[in-house]
C-alpha cells in the first residue's frame, strides 16, 4: 500500500471526528473526492428523477471524471485537514 493511499484511508477516518457537520457542498465534495479516489471515474447511471440526495452525488462525482486518483485522493486529504484545522 503507498503511502498516499494510507494518508487517504487514515483522512477518511480522521473526518469522523468532526465537532460540527460541514454544510452540503462541503459533503458533497467530501463524497465526489472519496469516490474519485477510491473508484475513479464514473460508471453508475443516474438515480431516478425523486433521488435528490443521489442525483446530486451522482452529479458532483460525474464533475470529477478524468481526474486522476492520485489527484482526488491529495485533494480529499488536504480538504479534510482543512475542515479538521
Do not use: C
Amino acid at each position: 500500500m503507498t503511502d498516499l493511499r494510507r494518508e487517504f484511508e487514515q483522512a477518511a477516518e480522521d473526518i469522523q471526528r468532526l465537532d460540527t457537520r460541514p454544510d452540503n457542498d462541503t459533503l458533497l465534495k467530501l463524497y465526489a473526492l472519496y469516490k474519485q479516489g477510491s473508484e475513479g471515474d464514473l460508471q453508475r447511471t443516474q438515480p431516478g428523477f425523486f433521488d435528490f440526495v443521489g442525483t446530486a452525488k451522482h452529479a458532483a462525482w460525474a464533475q470529477l471524471n478524468g481526474v486522476p486518483e492520485e489527484e482526488a485522493m491529495r485533494r480529499y486529504i488536504a480538504l479534510v485537514h482543512q475542515l479538521l484545522a
